[in-house]
């Protein structure tokens, strides 16, 4: 980085760990009760994956880390806040949902997040009106870059000053918020894909318009997992 770089934001936008429903079958998905299925929660492997991810963001001070207010979402935000030598709030916000979520499932409560992470707080800019998950199984990819397009921006206005910010969310909404920050502003690809793993980190770095040679917005990398490497956990 050169003198004249201006870094707006560093941004981490973070898959979360993998979730009961992550690592059980079809049949075992079917037989679980209906919040477990729809909304589940971490399983012992990610409870592991969502304390290497927050070993790994111990010496990096957050300045704001948000998530989606899906359960699996939120222990995987709580595993990197507890790491953090400030404590600070989580902002949830619908915005972050997956995508293709049912419309017969809202979400579950602020008091039922709160009961498992201490730091969860409503983002002030989020709206609720809807319950805590936006978005439904009809959504083509053109209204689901409409909602990545707000949670960038939503993010890329508030932070100018070099803050880093960590979004926890979900593999689907990750994808069309890093193609929608590549310049797919109304659909996806039709021949590229990104797999995102479990706990993987994507580093966006958004430089002041004109300070860095290689444009205003440098990916650092995509879907790294290197912090999985330390205990063997894929």
């Known amino acids: 980085m050169s003198e004249k770089d201006v870094v707006e934001l560093e941004l981490y936008l973070i898959r979360h760990a993998q979730s009961v429903t992550n690592a059980a079958s079809p049949e075992q998905i079917d037989a679980m009760d209906f919040n477990m299925r729809e909304d589940p929660l ?15 963001f111990s010496e990096i001070n957050l300045d704001a880390v948000y998530s989606s207010c899906l359960n699996r979402a939120v222990q995987t935000a709580k595993g990197v806040l507890d790491f953090q030598k400030d404590k600070k709030a989580l902002f949830v916000n619908p915005v972050f949902s997956e995508i293709h979520q049912p419309t017969y499932y809202r979400g579950s409560s602020f008091e039922a997040l709160q009961s498992f992470c201490e730091y969860v707080a409503p983002c002030p800019s989020a709206d609720f009106s809807g319950g805590l998950i936006e978005g439904s199984e009809n959504d083509t990819d053109a209204v689901i870059q409409q909602r990545a397009a707000r949670a960038v921006g939503m993010l ?4 100018k000053n070099g803050q880093k910010v960590a979004v926890v969310s979900h593999a689907g909404f990750i994808t069309h918020m890093v193609f929608y920050i590549l310049g797919f502003k109304e659909s996806l690809p039709d021949d590229v894909d990104i797999s995102f793993c479990n706990t993987s980190v994507t580093k966006v770095v958004f430089y002041k318009k004109g300070t860095h040679g290689y444009g205003s917005v440098v990916f650092r990398n995509i879907n790294d997992t290197s912090h999985l490497e330390k205990d063997l956990i894929t």
Do not use: D, M, N, T
Request: aromatic residues 6%; contains cysteine.
């Open 156 to 159: 890329v206005s508030q932070y």
């Open 42 to 56: 971490l399983s012992e492997k990610g409870l592991c994956q969502a304390r290497l991810l927050g070993e790994r």
